[in-house]
């Protein structure tokens, strides 16, 4: 069965509602629960969480390992059981962006990344040194990211 999102940015399209994304605690200063990942290119490192509920509400995220390679994910035990997440390894992991006309001011958040683990999604605090908010976009590794980053 499929669900229509109704997007300001993108037109009105459906996807499988397999794909729909429950965010059981809501994005931080986001209202709302259901979500989608757009992909609009696909083999791209960027995708696009839209919301279900919202028509003007889409974020571009990014897969942090294709753009930073360094990219750590530390989340506290207490947290992770607070989720229901055992592993992080097994969970897709994507950093908001903060998009800026000038592509050398955009920026990562790698302070709280986006964990998505059987079509739930959760936006965790990570403790790892170097995390941080507002995190330089580095385009040269952009240059070199293989298509096949993107999940």
Avoid at 3 to 29: H, T, Y
Avoid at 115 to 138: H, K, T, W
């Amino acid at each position: 069965m499929s669900v229509k999102i109704e997007s300001l940015r993108f037109g009105a399209f459906e996807v499988d509602e397999n794909q729909v994304l429950e965010f059981p605690r809501g994005l931080i200063g986001i209202p709302g629960t259901g979500y989608v990942l757009v992909d609009l290119s696909p083999g791209a490192a960027f995708r696009w969480l839209h919301s279900t509920e919202n028509p003007a509400f889409a974020l571009p995220v990014v897969d942090p390992s294709a753009v930073v390679p360094e990219f750590v994910l530390t989340v506290d035990k207490a947290e992770r059981e607070r989720h229901g997440i055992e592993d992080i390894a097994n969970c897709e992991i994507y950093v908001t962006v903060k998009a800026d006309p000038d592509p050398a001011a955009t920026t990562l958040n790698l302070r709280a990344p986006i964990v998505i683990m059987e079509r739930r999604g959760y936006q965790l605090l990570n403790s790892a040194p170097g995390a941080d908010l507002r995190a330089p976009l580095p385009l040269k590794q952009l240059e070199r990211a293989p298509e096949s980053v993107a999940r």
